[in-house]
């Protein structure tokens, strides 16, 4: 199971951003889709997170700014990332919680980090 990330980039404080993410590979089912972060010299933190049942959970600093949303047709999450601050500069990466039909248990899977950067 592969998770392909995209839709960082650099913007100006107050703009906007969407990420977006895929699982594809073998058959599998999704529990938990979501994106964490790490910014320069800090530990790497959950943003957003949201279940196969459609429940969703915030880091409190982004609570109101952004917002998750799965298609689960299309086995993608997207963060939608508002009212930017330089403080969201940071590396995002992709999670799911996966269960490849051939296995008996659910496993964490990352993608690759996509870079934002929010500067003036």
């Known amino acids: 199971v592969q998770l392909q990330a995209s839709g960082g980039g650099l913007v100006q404080p107050g703009e906007s951003l969407r990420l977006s993410c895929a699982a594809s590979?073998?058959?599998?089912?999704?529990?938990?889709m979501g994106w964490y972060r790490q910014a320069p010299g800090k530990q790497r933190e959950l943003v957003a997170v949201s279940t196969s049942g459609g429940s969703t959970n915030y880091a409190d600093s982004v609570k109101g700014r952004f917002t998750i949303s799965r298609d689960n047709a299309k086995n993608a999450v997207h963060l939608q990332l508002n009212s930017l601050k330089p403080e969201d500069t940071a590396v995002y990466y992709c999670?799911?919680?996966?269960?490849?039909?051939?296995?008996?248990?659910?496993?964490?899977?990352w993608g690759q980090g996509t870079l934002v950067t929010v500067s003036s």
């Open positions: 590979g073998r058959p599998f089912n999704i529990n938990y």
């Open positions: 999670y799911a919680v996966v269960r490849p039909l051939s296995d008996t248990f659910y496993s964490p899977y």
